[in-house]
């Protein structure tokens, strides 16, 4: 288990790293802030909501509609992902 001094290193060793990730509960308050901020750094995002109306983060943005109590089918979207 790495402590928060390693913990901290691997974050600043890794800047300018761009990554695919993906947000489950992207509508919600959390994950409404937190997929506009990842597309800025530039990031690759797949937000994942238990439904969408249209692309409310715009075309950069994947979209998958997932319901985290449904635990298969929200491994079969990451996994899509």
Do not use: N
């Amino acid at each position: 288990m790495a402590c928060g001094s390693q913990l901290r290193r691997s974050a600043v060793s890794r800047q300018g790293v761009k990554m695919k990730l993906a947000v489950v509960g992207a509508s919600g308050q959390i994950g409404w802030l937190l997929v506009p901020d990842l597309v800025a750094r530039g990031h690759q995002v797949v937000a994942v909501a238990r439904r969408w109306a249209g692309e409310p983060f715009g075309p950069a943005v994947e979209y998958r509609v997932a319901d985290v109590m449904e635990v298969e089918q929200l491994d079969r979207t990451l996994a899509a992902a």
